[in-house]
């Protein structure tokens, strides 16, 4: 076991909860602050426009809940999908039977259409489901981590124009570093989590809707996770219930911090770099993506795991040398290894990972001979 002191040290490559900034982390030790002081109902205020601002669409704007990014998902299907009609999900991996899941659990009409996790959206299967039945929502995935796919939310969005259906979106780890034309592509609305891309910490999670859905009747089966409750106290400078304070300023910090390094764009750019950083670097060593060029987001990179290379002994051998990597789900557990690049790394971080991969390649090699 390394000493304690030195998970300080740690940088971590899975998909959240992200290495976070010194500024980040101050924030999280700041004063104490009771939900119900001015001084809070500020830092929900700084949170919540700055949350909107990152994609600045006019007409949207974020509600904060406390929970994972599960929470504000879950929150957003409750709200937004009507309870009569159907809801049509899109699902290639983890996250998006997850949404079916979720809406099995609320009693919410719905079908999937489903591919392999490999695979990108069967785009074909969805246009030929929404000429067959009408749908009242379209729910998918935007970067679904399962794999590290960028979802092509824009020809998605194409097809419910036609059919009229509202698009809802898992936008949990590519809200803040990828492409998002909430007005363009028709969303209503997309949920998102403070520790992935926006580099917060856990326990904050978030809604950006459409005011106007908001203001409808709310169909939630739920109190805690009803969106327009929230919403309606959030307006109005108050909280529905107890949030995780240093979570929310964090955020609000985080926020500030990306908005200074210039948007979403520039972060998009600095982990199209970093990631090329580990794909140039693993595939010197010789591992191979498991997607194509071109078909991941600029977050994350799935690698398959070399024959013969269990992940507990890879995860050893990098967490050793300072680094926490992330297994596959499921059916890709065995298979595949995830490295992520959210968070507060620089060029000398992903650079020292691609040097314990090679250290680790170079000692189970000696190991095997
Ligand atoms: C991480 C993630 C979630 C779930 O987030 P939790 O914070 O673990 O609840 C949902 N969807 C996607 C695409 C994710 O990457």
Redesign the pocket.
């Known amino acids: 076991m390394r000493p304690a002191d030195d998970l300080r040290g740690l940088r971590l490559l899975n998909?959240?909860p992200v290495t976070l900034s010194d500024r980040v982390r101050a924030a999280l030790a700041g004063p104490d602050l009771c939900h119900r002081q001015p001084e809070f109902a500020d830092l929900m205020a700084r949170a919540r426009a700055g949350l909107a601002a990152v994609y600045g669409a006019p007409g949207y704007e974020a509600v904060i809940l406390g929970g994972?990014?599960?929470?504000a998902?879950e929150a957003m299907l409750g709200t937004l999908v009507p309870p009569e009609g159907r809801a049509l999900v899109v699902a290639n991996g983890v996250?998006g039977e997850?949404i079916a899941t979720i809406l099995e659990s609320q009693g919410r009409a719905h079908r999937t259409v489903r591919s392999e996790w490999v695979e990108p959206m069967d785009l074909d299967a969805v246009a030929r489901a929404l000429e067959e039945e009408p749908f009242t929502r379209v729910v998918a995935?935007?970067?679904?981590?399962t794999t590290g796919r960028l979802n092509d939310l824009s020809a998605l969005a194409g097809l419910c124009r036609s059919a009229g259906a509202p698009l809802l979106v898992?936008a949990?780890?590519s809200f803040g570093a990828e492409r998002l034309d909430l007005e363009g592509w028709g969303v209503e609305a997309c949920a998102g989590?403070a520790?992935?891309c926006l580099h917060g910490a856990?326990g904050v999670?978030f809604v950006v809707a459409r005011s106007t859905a908001l203001e409808r009747p709310s169909a939630a089966p739920s109190f805690y996770l009803d969106l327009a409750r929230h919403r309606a106290e959030q307006a109005r400078g108050s909280v529905l219930v107890t949030p995780p304070v240093p979570a929310v300023a964090a955020l609000a910090e985080a926020l500030d911090e990306l908005a200074e390094e210039g948007g979403w764009e520039v972060r998009r750019s600095a982990y199209r770099e970093r990631s090329g950083i580990l794909r140039e670097g693993l595939a010197r060593l010789g591992f191979r993506p498991l997607l194509p060029d071109g078909a991941s987001g600029s977050s994350l990179t799935a690698f398959e795991l070399p024959a013969g290379v269990p992940f507990d002994g890879l995860y050893g051998a990098l967490r050793s040398r300072g680094y926490v990597i992330y297994p596959g789900q499921r059916g890709l557990a065995g298979r595949i290894f995830r490295l992520a690049v959210m968070g507060a790394l620089d060029r000398t971080d992903l650079e020292g990972a691609v040097a314990a991969f090679e250290e680790a390649v170079a000692a189970s090699r000696a190991e095997a001979s």
């Open positions: 998909p959240g994972s990014g599960t929470a998902v996250y997850r995935v935007h970067h679904e981590t898992d949990v780890s989590t520790n992935k856990p999670a």
